[in-house]
């Protein structure tokens, strides 16, 4: 690892290491010098943030490496017995450890083991003299190290301690993450990514290198890329991801089931701010994939937590084999990229920025090889499609409401639906290169948006409405990006998380209060019972219907302005050739001006409708009017009644880890009147955090502020493209304000008013299949029920009956041959060998048979005999 | 009536004793009686007695020596010394021959042949 | 005229014998002597009578007795008659009473291998004979080319008894003496073989067929093992049922 960084910076450098003043510090040769001149860390996270921007991804990892292994160590799991709790979910757990109290080897032998491990090493080190290593590489690893420690330090016995303490580890490491990326952003916006007069424009290229292998003369080099992308991703990442962590700690500690599991919980959480925050930050597309196969992982891993559901269970898989189809695609594409380099004759390389530099410097449609960057882009967006829930890969996100609604909320709100996105914005410039790529994806964001929206409208489970409503936004995104507004994706990236992680975080809150209960109809009256929860839920509403002066506003209203410019104007796209010294630079037209895509424009604009419409529809159901009747009651009735783990409810509070003093203390677990109150501090504080994120982070990207609009500023790909406020854009914001406010409208009217309740059961009767196919989701599911899978189980039952019959019948046959051909081993062996030892004896028995008359005992006989042989002699004396 | 010019060829009493032994023979391996056995054995000896007689005859009952350069006829009578040794040691032999019979049919209690079996392991 | 009568037959005989061999014909006497020694040799080894058998045994040996005078041995011959016809047909006669075996049992008088036996003889016979008429060379020389006895005319001087009598004593003296001690040695051999055993009780119980303890041997563990001294049992063909 090499620190390399000069960065110049608008204000005074006196600081350590500042050689020449000019506000670069530089390594110094001489080592003691540098140690001195080195920045401590204090000042290199407010003032050099970029050194330590490998620690943004590094210590969530080192978080979910520690509980990880600290679960994995700890075994024994001791229950301090409940004596007059025999009867639970947990009966036959034993009273004391599985073999009685723990033995000092069992609590600290691991960490003599690790000493002892040490101590050899150094050993070796001092005295093996042969062994010549490299200890470099070892002795950068420390953090290794120090988790080996820490982890087998601890009393390895029991898993209180991690269960107890592993969140706030979790959730501190987010932290320090999060202050770094604070930092970072700060910093950016500061200094600027551009400051004039730097000669290679992005400064932040590399703020971390270091190369992984080499084969032969090629080496792989790994790296940060702090350009606008990343660092906006990297706060938003981890602010999110912060606020929702926080959320989490009193809501996993509701139930059983979640108190005795929420350090996995934090595990996998931490897990997957790693790979987002990989994703986000990376250079090369091999840790862009590590980061996105990993969320793949731990999207997997946190829909199915709650491992008795089988429903959950059927979620993640599901989850995770819909993405997975959209990750063949995004590796073809990424293999047509590498077809590319041979095309243009380059060496390979896996860095973002020179596979582009490759790219656009080669002029594929003239070669006839425009099919390959249409190609590659198609299939890159694939992998979009299926992460981030596209039109046809979007039927694992409804589902995926089975896990705990936090998780909901980072994963559908935040972090992994926004990687596809991310991806397309990474690789726009690829998408630049054919029309059909940018156009593909414009239209399937715009079906996906107003698709959604209109399933949104029927649903009746609460994180239901809010999954349609993720879809439905991440297809504005993708129309954002398919018209060419990159900058208006990712700004409407960046606020959706914010306040659709508000959103989540909210119906959570809701749901706590409620004991669990998901069904709006069984709701009522809340805001008066939940104030602050209504109050935040209602920032977040009108965000995300995109209310002035929302951020969801100014966000939603770019991509419909560029929806609307793309229709009259097309797209341009901007090409430089580098010749020498010289850079020639001109735009080419991509996308001709055509009024039929104001489809797309029509589309959105009725999405926003309806997503304003239901979302007030939700608060309405929610939150306004009085309770309908008793909770109770109505919990009874209510779908999810027994939501609760079977059994793990209907146990006392579990006396074996108590509460955490502080702001669990009010929590009482009983099946009593449901009467929801508000959440604890611990658990609205985030709300309000995200509350006013949700209400300030728009400000930033108003396109009144010219120069100084920051989206614009930052999120490019080499040409910032500022939007100007000219009448078309406030008129294109008037109708798109006025819609929304319709939606709102009708939102609020559909249910507490006769003449809306009338005019509902008047659609429901008169359109009865249309209703039911959108309440049915159009039927998506079912469609791949019948024609994908069913044929796949179909496939399944012939590899199977092939391996059963075939397969199993060849090894029977082997079997069975080895059996006969055994037999016939008998048989010959039986008969013919027996046979032939049995024939000897019985020849020697035949002939002594026949010689045995001989010896009669009968003296005539041997007269006889010698009389014979007296012949003989006379014969053979006298006859020739 | 010997007829003094016909002299009787030796070999008819060679026949006849050749002929003589066969019966013999095939009385002593064919017979089931002991007795009858050594009876048959007498026959063989008469034969053998006849042969030795009749060779006795037929070379002259005198032996011309011819070691002292002159002829002396002595009287040489081989055959039938022969022939009478072996009456007496048939006799004899008959004697001790019939006694074994009578002891073994006293502890066989039986004088057939074919009971006396044991001679073999 | 029945001596004229039997003369003249004797002469027809002698006639037919001499014209049958030509120059050398064997004297009648031989013929008839040879027929009834023949016959009853043949009679000894047939018969069922063993009382019968000894007679032809007699006759068997004055017939020999006559060949012997044929052959000038007069004293052979009376030596043969007395020896033979005399003593040990005697004997043969005291043993076969003594064997009481001349009851009225019907036996067999051959036993198992008679045929083979009689093979054997046959054999015998024709390989001597043919000894006899084929000579070294292996040329049939056939019955014209015999020799022929030399037969002296003369009586000799001194009598045959006196013959044997004077060799006997002078040149065959060892032989006459060994032969009296062998004539001794058979005496007492036979009276120490042919002692009573009716004194021992176990002997006189004994049941016909069985062995006394003296004849114990080794079996061999292929036999089947019966009783102790069953004899009967050993034998392949058995008279009783098994």
């Known amino acids: 690892m090499r620190f390399q960084r000069m960065s110049s910076s608008s204000h005074e450098h006196h600081a350590r290491g500042d050689v020449d003043g000019t506000g670069t510090w530089a390594w110094s040769a001489d080592f003691q010098s540098a140690r001195n001149m080195e920045p401590g860390f204090i000042e290199k996270l407010y003032r050099y943030p970029e050194t330590l921007a490998h620690w943004i991804v590094l210590v969530p990892f080192l978080s979910f490496a520690f509980i990880t292994l600290k679960l994995a160590v700890n075994r024994n799991v001791w229950h301090a017995h409940p004596a007059h709790d025999s009867v639970g979910a947990h009966g036959s757990a034993p009273k004391t450890g599985p073999k009685g109290p723990p033995t000092v080897w069992q609590s600290y032998g691991w960490f003599l083991l690790v000493i002892a491990a040490g101590i050899v090493l150094l050993l070796i080190r001092r005295f093996g003299a042969g062994l010549l290593i490299d200890y470099g590489p070892l002795v950068r690893a420390w953090p290794i190290w120090v988790l080996v420690v820490l982890v087998f330090a601890l009393p390895n016995n029991s898993r209180k301690w991690i269960q107890k303490y592993g969140p706030y580890i979790s959730v501190g490491a987010i932290a320090f993450s999060g202050l770094i990326a604070i930092s970072l952003w700060l910093k950016t916006l500061r200094v600027g990514m551009y400051p004039a007069g730097s000669p290679d424009g992005e400064i932040w290229r590399q703020a971390f290198q270091y190369t992984w292998f080499t084969i032969g003369d090629w080496h792989l080099d790994i790296g940060l890329k702090l350009d606008g992308f990343g660092v906006f991703g990297a706060f938003m990442v981890t602010t999110v991801a912060m606020c929702i962590q926080w959320f989490s700690l009193g809501y996993m500690w509701d139930d059983e089931y979640g108190r005795k599991h929420i350090a996995r919980y934090f595990a996998e959480h931490s897990l997957f701010v790693t790979g987002m925050l990989g994703v986000v930050l990376s250079d090369n597309i091999l840790t862009f994939l590590i980061g996105w196969e990993i969320m793949g992982l731990c999207s997997y891993l946190l829909i199915g937590f709650f491992t008795f559901k089988p429903s959950a269970n059927a979620a993640q898989v599901k989850a995770f084999i819909t993405t997975r189809i959209g990750d063949v695609g995004f590796m073809l594409g990424i293999f047509l990229l590498g077809l590319m380099f041979t095309y243009t004759q380059s060496p390979i390389s896996l860095n973002i920025d020179e596979i582009r530099h490759v790219v656009t410097s080669y002029d594929w449609w003239a070669v006839n090889l425009g099919w390959l960057p249409t190609a590659a882009a198609l299939l890159i967006f694939l992998g979009a499609v299926g992460k981030s829930a596209q039109f046809p890969l979007h039927v694992w996100l409804p589902d995926a409401m089975e896990g705990p609604t936090p998780v909901s909320a980072l994963i559908h709100a935040a972090t992994m639906v926004a990687a596809g996105v991310f991806l397309v914005a990474r690789f726009f410039w690829l998408f630049e290169l054919s029309p059909t790529a940018m156009l593909t994806v414009a239209w399937i964001g715009a079906i996906t948006a107003f698709g959604a929206a209109t399933i949104g409208v029927t649903q009746y489970d609460f994180k239901r409405i809010l999954a349609y409503s993720t879809i439905s936004q991440l297809g504005y995104m993708m129309i954002g990006l398919g018209v060419g507004a990159v900058s208006a994706g990712i700004f409407h990236l960046l606020t959706h998380a914010y306040f659709k992680a508000l959103l989540f975080l909210g119906s959570g809150a809701v749901i706590y209060g409620c004991r669990h209960i998901q069904d709006i109809r069984y709701m009522g009256g809340l805001s008066k019972r939940m104030p602050i929860t209504y109050v935040t839920f209602l920032a977040g509403t009108l965000a995300l219907a995109g209310v002035f002066p929302f951020a969801g506003f100014w966000s939603k209203d770019e991509i419909l302005g560029a929806a609307f410019h793309l229709a009259q104007h097309g797209y341009r796209r901007i090409v430089e050739i580098q010749t020498g010294d010289e850079v020639a630079r001109y735009t080419t037209q991509v996308i001709a001006p055509n009024w039929g895509l104001l489809v797309i424009w029509l589309l959105g604009l009725a999405g926003a409708f309806l997503t304003a419409f239901y979302m007030f529809r939700l608060m309405s159901y929610v939150f306004l009017g009085g309770p309908k009747g008793d909770y109770e009651y109505r919990a009874k009735q209510s779908p999810d009644y027994g939501h609760h783990p079977k059994g793990e409810a209907d146990t006392k509070a579990y006396e074996a880890w108590p509460t955490p003093p502080g702001p669990f203390d009010e929590i009482e677990h009983h099946h009593g009147p449901i009467d929801p109150k508000e959440v604890p501090s611990s658990m609205w504080v985030p709300l309000v955090i995200l509350a006013l994120f949700s209400l300030l982070f728009g400000f930033i990207g108003m396109p009144f502020l010219g120069e100084h609009n920051l989206i614009s500023k930052f999120l490019h790909h080499g040409h910032p493209h500022f939007p100007v406020a000219d009448s078309q854009t406030l008129g294109l914001m008037l109708v798109s304000l006025v819609v929304v406010l319709l939606g709102v409208h009708f939102g609020l009217k559909i249910n507490n008013t006769e003449a809306g309740v009338v005019f509902k059961k008047m659609l429901k009767a008169g359109y009865p299949k249309l209703y039911r196919a959108v309440y049915n989701k159009y039927y998506v599911d079912e469609f791949y029920e019948e024609y994908v899978i069913q044929p796949v189980f179909f496939i399944v039952q012939v590899a199977r009956a092939f391996d059963n019959y075939i397969v199993d019948g060849i090894v029977n046959a082997a079997g069975w041959l080895t059996w006969q051909f055994s037999m016939l081993q008998g048989w010959w062996d039986n008969t013919v060998v027996d046979g032939l030892v049995n024939a000897v004896a019985w020849v020697v028995g035949f002939l002594s048979d026949l010689v045995k008359p001989i010896q009669s005992g009968y003296v005539q006989n041997y007269m006889m005999v010698i009389i014979v042989f007296v012949l003989f002699y006379l014969l053979t004396l006298f006859v020739r | 009536m010997i007829n003094p010019e016909v002299p009787v060829p030796v070999h008819f009493y060679i026949l006849l004793a050749t002929l003589l032994f066969c019966i013999g023979v095939f009385g002593c391996l064919a017979r089931r009686n002991a007795i009858a056995i050594l009876m048959s054995l007498e026959l063989m000896f008469n034969a053998c007695n006849i042969v030795l007689v009749a060779f006795c005859q037929r070379h002259g009952v005198t032996y011309t020596l011819q070691a002292f350069s002159r002829a002396q006829d002595i009287e040489s009578p081989v055959g039938q010394i022969y022939a009478i040794f072996v009456i007496t040691i048939a006799a004899a032999e008959a004697a001790v021959g019939l006694a074994l019979a009578i002891a073994a049919y006293r502890h066989f209690k039986s004088i057939n042949m074919e009971d006396i079996n044991i001679l073999k392991w | ?242």
């Open chain 3, 1 to 242: 005229m029945t001596l004229d009568v039997y003369q003249s037959l004797w002469s027809y005989l002698d006639w037919v014998a001499r014209n049958l061999f030509g120059a050398a014909q064997p004297h009648l006497w031989f013929w008839a002597l040879s027929v009834v020694i023949l016959a009853s040799g043949i009679g000894v080894v047939t018969t069922r009578n063993l009382v019968h058998a000894a007679m032809l045994l007699a006759l068997c040996f004055v017939g020999v007795a006559g060949i012997f005078i044929l052959l000038n041995s007069e004293f052979l011959a009376a030596v043969q008659v007395l020896v033979y016809a005399g003593g040990v047909v005697t004997l043969i006669i005291f043993a076969i009473m003594l064997s009481e075996s001349i009851t009225g049992r019907k036996i067999v008088a051959h036993n198992r291998q008679s045929v083979a036996a009689l093979g054997v003889a046959l054999m015998m016979a024709i390989v001597m004979v043919a000894i006899l008429l084929y000579n070294q060379e292996g040329y049939y020389v056939g019955p014209w080319r015999w020799w022929v006895t030399p037969q002296r005319n003369d009586f000799p001087a001194i009598s045959n008894a006196q013959l044997i009598g004077r060799s006997l004593m002078s040149t065959y003296t060892l032989a006459f003496w060994i032969a009296s001690v062998i004539l001794a040695i058979a005496m007492i051999g036979a009276l120490i073989l042919a002692r009573g055993e009716s004194d021992i009780p176990e002997e006189r119980d004994r049941p016909p067929g069985t062995c006394s303890m003296r004849f114990q041997r080794m079996r061999s563990s292929s036999h089947e093992h019966h009783a102790r001294g069953d004899l009967k049992h050993d034998t392949a063909e058995s008279e009783e049922p098994e």
